[in-house]
């Protein structure tokens, strides 16, 4: 429940934002790939995360390849984010 909470929370400040600074961020290259990787963490989180996590073994090569996809796709969501300002 936390989970779908925190996106509700990450949609809901981030479409303000987004439209705080319109020529900014839709103008920018790094906007549609944050975009991009956004949904795809958020696909990974509701359903690999789920799966393969919640309900195995956290010591499976599983939840150790979940773990680097998951800090892999949000680690590239901070970086596309801070290139929109400048690509």
Not at 28 to 44: E, N
Not at 62 to 86: E, Q
């Amino acid at each position: 429940r936390s989970m779908l909470w925190s996106i509700g929370v990450l949609i809901a400040s981030g479409i303000p934002m987004a439209f705080s600074e319109p020529i900014k961020c839709f103008e920018s290259i790094s906007f549609p790939i944050k975009m991009g990787l956004m949904l795809l963490g958020i696909a990974t989180q509701l359903t690999i995360q789920r799966k393969w996590v919640i309900a195995d073994d956290t010591t499976t090569p599983k939840t150790k390849l979940a773990a680097i996809l998951s800090i892999s796709i949000w680690t590239l969501v901070g970086a596309a984010g801070k290139g929109i300002p400048y690509v």
